[in-house]
């Protein structure tokens, strides 16, 4: 830039490196000349928009404008104002002595709102006709100005948005700001002018540190009251720490998360501020407010951070069991969101197209493209599986589509317990799955062994892409509808990048479970449902996710046993014979096992082992033609005669029919717990 010269003024200067910086809103300059030269319909532009987003910088803009076209400016900032209709009409008594035509510039509009109705109704109708006005404010004009039918024509509403990518790397160069770190930059700040400025600032002047994060606490402070103009009540600090962490945020979150009775007014607050964008869902801050929010609380209270998080994640996780579909998923795409900026948890995830991209079960035409596309990422030997699976399990497929109803991504989610043993050598990936199972805790009769074989983006593979983004979602509606689950494994190329990832998300790669397709090296991730079950394992990841701790151990300890089908029967029988013996009942197997640890709030006991038998005892009563059986097992185990023999005796029956009977209901009592062990089911707690 060329010297300033002698004769300039400070003021020169000033208007000078401001207009060297400013960049974008072409189009809003457009605007605003074409009314200063009479060609557009429009008396007053309405600007509006958050805190930061460069309302401020675009009326200069406006005003070097209307000084080059000979316009008189008169400039006002609503702070500056007494907001009655006597000290606005005396800030503006002087707009009447102007001869020739007249730009009238408000700042900070919002602060006028007392007087908004006589700015529109009474004084500007008394401007010159050719008079131009710009009123700039967070918030969007009253409903009034539309309501009135004249109003709707000589009113232009502008809502400034973040600068363009491109607009923001030619800031940062007329900054001096090294490209090296544009992209970063740029990232950080979403394009948000304010928040652009400092950044430069701070890295152009050489005040952060080379690898530091440039977003210190001083700078996320500054950017908070640039945000929040207003001191918030308690609960409405809350709501805006909640609808930082939230994808969006809605009355029923908030009284959960607020633990509100009513939370009407709070969301009133939240969902009207600048800053917040109301959508079918929800509402939700513009991206950079809520980054700032999150890493404002995080630094400042990390405790209070962890307390927000744990109770946005539990209201979304509560209403998974009540929806389907896309419903679910779309809840589930909000729980994950919540993990975001973790730095603990981090997995290549496309945010720009997190949530607006659902997998969908593949249909009967899919099958060639699904192979085509399996075997332009894989080549011809991964093509040559995936057509097996879709021969055996076609229901096993799940694709992404394009928006013209083309396949984009290809998830093959397949279950192998059903393959017959030594029927996998033809897929090496699910070979070595089952392989593992058998090593370590095979499934029991019943279970399922699910493998996620393909995750296949026709763009991206398995970088950051919708198909990616959906893989985690597709798998958690998985887990959450499948009760039977034993172990769940998912195959991916290039396994060294996602180890550390899976160690947080408790699925380590299996050792020894590399496999080889056509030359192309692929690792095995595995978790076993049965030793940490679905909800706790969710609350293992989140701990850990808060506690930046991979290491952190589960929480139920000891861990569940995994018992065979035979050695369950056996301890169930054991258990039967010690029903009235605590001190043998608290050494019984089953009370390591999946049918009391997940489904009994406090560590399980002999009295827990007691109650669940009692009502697997009583469930005989629910078939009349099991009278006879139930009353064997009641005098033998519940009401014991002396002996089996007096026992008979006392029902009046022949040896015979009442061994028959006896064992006829004790394999009732073993099938109805068995079917809790691997199924699930509720077991009350007395």
Known sequence: MAAADASDTLGDLLASRRRHRFVGRTAHRELFR??????????????HGPGGIGKTQLLDAFADDAYRAGVTVMRHDGRELTPTVAGTRAALAGIADVDGPVVLLMDSYDHLEPVDGWIRDGLLPTLPAGTVTVLAGRNPPDPAWRADSAWRDLLRVVSLRNL??????????????????HDELIGISHGHPLTLSLLADTVAGGDAEPGADPMTPDLVGVLVRRFVDVVPTDPQRRALEVSALARVTTEALLRDALGLDDA?????????????????????????ARDVLDRDLRWRDPQGYATVFRRVRAHIHERLATLR???????????????????????????????RRYAEQARPGDRDAIIALVGRAEGAASAA?????????????????????????????????????????????????????????????????????????????????????????????????????????LALAEPDRW?????????????????????????LFAHDFRQVGV????ELVTERALAQDPTLPPPAAPQVLVLSQPDFTDAVRRALRDLHRPDLLQRNPLLRARLLRERIDAEPDADALRACLEQAIDALRDHPRDDKLLRAVDRTYVRPAATQEAAAEVLGLPWSTYRRHLTKGVDRIVSWLWEREVYGGLIEQK
Request: glycine residues 8%; charged residues 20%; proline residues 7%.
């Open 535 to 538: 909800d706790a394992w969710l």
């Open 164 to 181: 363009t990518s491109d607009e923001s790397r030619t800031y940062l160069q007329r900054c001096g700001v090294d490209p090296a770190v």
């Open 34 to 47: 074409a009314a200063l030269a009479g060609t557009s319909p429009f008396a007053v532009l309405y600007v």
């Open 264 to 288: 009407t007014d709070v969301f009133a607050w939240l969902r009207h501020l600048s800053f917040v964008e109301s959508g079918p869902d929800g509402a939700s801050p513009h991206d950079l």
């Open 385 to 489: 599986i995936a057509r097996r699976w879709w021969e055996l399990q076609p229901e096993a497929f799940h694709v992404l589509r394009r928006p013209d109803g083309d396949v984009q991504g290809v998830l093959g989610l397949v279950e192998l317990a059903a393959i017959a043993d030594g029927g996998l050598a033809w897929d090496p990936g699910a070979a070595a799955a089952m392989a593992h199972t058998r090593a370590t805790a095979p499934p029991r009769p019943g279970e399922l062994v699910t493998l996620t074989r393909f995750v296949v983006d026709a763009d991206s593979y398995q970088d950051p892409s919708p198909t990616l983004n959906a893989t985690p979602i597709l798998t958690l509606q998985r887990y959450l509808q499948q009760s039977n689950l034993s172990w769940d494994f």
């Open 325 to 355: 579909g896309h419903e679910q998923q779309r809840a589930l795409f909000d729980e994950k969101f919540v993990f975001r900026n973790l730095p603990s948890i981090l997995s290549p995830v496309d945010w720009d197209a997190w949530g």
């Open 499 to 523: 180890d550390a990832y899976f160690a947080v998300a408790d699925l380590p790669r299996v050792e020894g479970g590399d496999f080889m397709v056509a030359g192309r090296r692929y690792g």
